[in-house]
């Protein structure tokens, strides 16, 4: 296929569907209950909400919403020391824009704008650094966040403002990996899940051999798989073979994409610039160990945590809060006491409702009034 919407074939879905409902049948009588299937990035999250991929399939299988978005897992703690440096004297604060409106314990920083800190939306930390060359007399400090998939435009741009020697410019680093996140979900006690969709734009740089310990130690499937209604069918209907034949491999949906090694020129620059932190803090999940990232000596002029004095607060979710359960699977979105009262995307509370590939997010925006019909096969384009 070579155009976007032969990837939205309502045809080629439905047979799809159909494909995994005959799966299904003959895994329904083993489990005794729904199979538990969790997407790990939150781009597919708001694909499978988007499309009503959910709604297309048959009650025996569900999907698990994971923690792949990670505007939604910064916790206050982090977002409160952001705008502890956004308010430094004369600094200017650069930041994508969804995460302007992550709250902290007082604030967001669209909040703190509004107050008189300058804070400025940008597209990539290239933007940023041409902030700090057009502001030779300012601090510029770009808020570096994000899976594996934007480590490496942070770990070109470090490289790029150490070469250009580019003295202003600094990054306050909460960069975020997926695989130690994984092994703490699986490592969890009460798990529900029984297979991974794998995550297609994180696979994209680190590919898809370190996901081999899923398969391995844990005895669970996984296929890596794209953001289309197709790509996600497909995957799916590939893990659920796997455990209709009882097997537990790491299989490539997304082939077009993601290469089985990764990007070597990406791995490269990460590894240069970052190294692993002992432990980092996920709102909902709570710490996590070699989770996080810092830079490494080499780039500590470029460090807004040593060049600044960051206050490192913790703040504890809001008590009502159940975002670990619904990142767990022990409840859906709507099951939250929060979700769509005090919990909405124009006050986000809770972590899954943040941005719109959190999993609340997604739900409040394109399933809470859904009533639960029977599956579909419609494909919007």
């Known amino acids: ?71 939604c897992v910064l916790p206050m703690g982090r977002v409160d020391d952001a705008i502890a440096l956004a308010r430094q004297p004369n600094l200017i604060f650069a930041t994508f824009g969804d995460a302007m409106r992550v709250p902290g314990s007082r604030l967001s920083l669209l ?39 934007t480590m490496p435009a942070t770990a070109m741009t470090l490289l790029q403002a150490r070469a250009d020697a580019v003295a202003n410019f600094s990054v306050f680093c909460n960069h975020i990996t997926i695989i130690p996140t994984l092994r703490a979900i699986l490592d969890e006690p009460d798990l529900q899940i029984d297979g991974f969709l794998g995550p297609g734009h994180v696979s994209m740089v680190i590919g898809i051999r370190c996901y081999d310990f899923i398969a391995r130690d844990y005895r669970r499937p996984i296929t890596v798989a794209g953001f289309e209604p197709l790509d996600l069918l497909q995957a799916l209907s590939m893990v659920v073979q796997q455990i209709a034949d009882n097997r537990c491999e790491v299989e490539n949906a997304y082939s077009r994409i993601v290469p089985e090694h990764g990007n070597p020129q990406a791995l490269a620059a990460m590894a ?29 002029a470029f460090d807004a945590e040593r060049i600044f004095t960051v206050p490192h607060q913790r703040v504890a979710d809001p008590g009502d809060c159940q975002c670990a359960e619904v990142l767990k699977g022990l409840i859906r979105p709507p099951q939250c006491r929060l979700f ?14 943040v941005s719109s590939e959190g999993a609340c997010a997604a739900h409040y925006r394109y399933a809470r009034h859904a009533a639960p019909a029977a599956a579909s096969t419609q494909v919007p384009a």
């Open 1 to 71: 296929m070579k155009y976007v919407d032969e990837f939205r074939d309502p045809v080629k879905a439905r047979a799809l569907v159909r494909d995994i409902t005959q799966r299904l049948d003959g895994i329904a009588g083993r489990l005794q209950r729904p199979l538990q299937i969790m997407e790990v990035c939150g781009g597919h999250t708001h694909s499978i909400f988007r499309y009503g991929i959910h709604r297309m399939l048959p009650p025996t299988v569900e999907f698990v919403h994971g923690p792949g978005c990670p505007v």
């Open 111 to 149: 909040q703190a704008r509004a107050e008189g800190a300058d804070v400025r939306m940008v597209y990539s930390p290239l933007d940023a650094l041409q902030l700090a060359r057009d502001n030779p007399r300012r601090p510029v400090v770009f808020f570096g966040l994000g899976f594996e998939t």
């Open 272 to 300: 240069t610039v970052f190294e692993p932190r002992e432990t980092f803090e996920w709102r909902g999940l709570g710490s996590i160990a070699h989770s996080g990232v810092r830079l490494r000596e080499d780039f500590a």
């Open 340 to 353: 769509g009262t005090a919990c909405t995307p124009q006050t986000p509370l809770g972590a899954l409702m």
